[in-house]
């Protein structure tokens, strides 16, 4: 059995599945892997570098992929956007800051725009802005997101598109990690879903061995949002109701709540911090995680992600449903 949606009708995929576009964890190999098994990979291009990108779609070795960045580190380069609407993605996803003039150029160069909202307000928005998808993104996610959680978020987003934009698709993304979101997902109004977490932790992930191990280790109550991660980054986002869900470890014990003495101290601890990152040091640096890795337990390839999350939602969705078809 398989999943058909308006998702996998617009986008030409198999299952209602994209691959959240993580920075420096969702590259262009776990891309190319998800949308070989039949969804939509989605390159992670993050704040900009562009190095980096020419890096992973070269990775993604001609696979269908898609491109996401967040926005308003985007305004910073501008230029960069053309430079991956050159390469032809399947998709290409705004998050966190203003859509235009962003939304209007990918519209006009004819590929699919998708637009990542955390409430009604930007949701709103991005039906202005003329989004081809909406993903509503709750605060279980990991990364950033703001205060609205995924069971009430994605009905009431689907409510207002039914009325306001019914050409508009919809994607749930926060606390997907198996076949149970999935089918939940599809039954609250979305049209498919959109999953992070569960991919860094697979195979073809970026992510260090020690990330990948932190999220298989720890239960759902292991994370937090600090944004302790984003100051030793030197990562400011110009808009606080974004925080960063991360996983509540030694660093994040040591200077959550204490940002400002963190600024103080932050020529050492930056350089101290991306030495852990490097190392995949999960306990002195940050793992951006959601609270869903609290029932994720292994880190198989992509492909056996995919296909157990469909067969699991078709299952607890039943032959009558009307998604599932032989």
Not at 102 to 109: D, E, F, G, L
Not at 184 to 194: C, H, I, S
């Amino acid at each position: 059995m398989r999943l058909k949606t308006r998702l996998t009708e617009r986008l030409g995929i198999e299952h209602p599945i994209l691959l959240a576009p993580m920075g420096v964890i969702a590259g262009g190999r776990l891309a190319a892997a998800v949308s070989n098994a039949g969804g939509l990979g989605i390159i992670g291009g993050g704040y900009g570098d562009a190095d980096w990108l020419d890096q992973q779609f070269a990775a993604a070795g001609g696979s269908r992929v898609g491109c996401g960045f967040i926005t308003w580190s985007l305004a910073n380069n501008p230029a960069l956007l053309d430079e991956v609407l050159s390469r032809h993605p399947s998709a290409l996803m705004l998050s966190f800051g203003a859509l235009e003039p962003h939304a209007s150029r990918v519209r006009a160069h004819g590929t699919t725009l998708i637009c990542q909202v955390q409430g009604m307000k930007y949701l709103r928005e991005a039906v202005d802005a003329g989004a081809d998808i909406i993903v509503a993104e709750g605060s279980e996610a990991g990364g950033h997101s703001a205060h609205r959680g995924v069971f009430t978020l994605v009905p009431e987003a689907a409510d207002y598109l039914a009325t306001h934009s019914p050409g508009t698709l919809l994607v749930a993304a926060g606390g997907v990690g198996d076949g149970r979101g999935l089918a939940a997902a599809l039954m609250l109004g979305a049209d498919g879903v959109l999953a992070g977490t569960r991919f860094i932790a697979c195979e073809e992930s970026e992510a260090a061995e020690g990330f990948r191990q932190a999220i298989i280790r720890v239960d759902g109550d292991a994370t937090v949002k600090s944004n302790s991660v984003d100051v030793v980054r030197k990562r400011y986002w110009p808009n606080p109701e974004f925080v960063v869900r991360v996983l509540y470890n030694r660093f994040v014990a040591k200077w959550h709540g204490r940002e400002r003495e963190l600024e103080q101290a932050i020529d050492v601890e930056h350089d101290r911090f991306w030495m852990a990152f490097k190392a995949g040091d999960a306990e002195n640096s940050g793992v951006l995680m959601g609270q869903v890795a609290g029932i994720i337990h292994d880190a198989p390839p992509a492909a056996r992600i995919v296909e157990s999350m469909v067969s699991q939602a078709c299952r607890l969705l039943g032959s009558h449903s009307p998604f599932v078809t032989l």
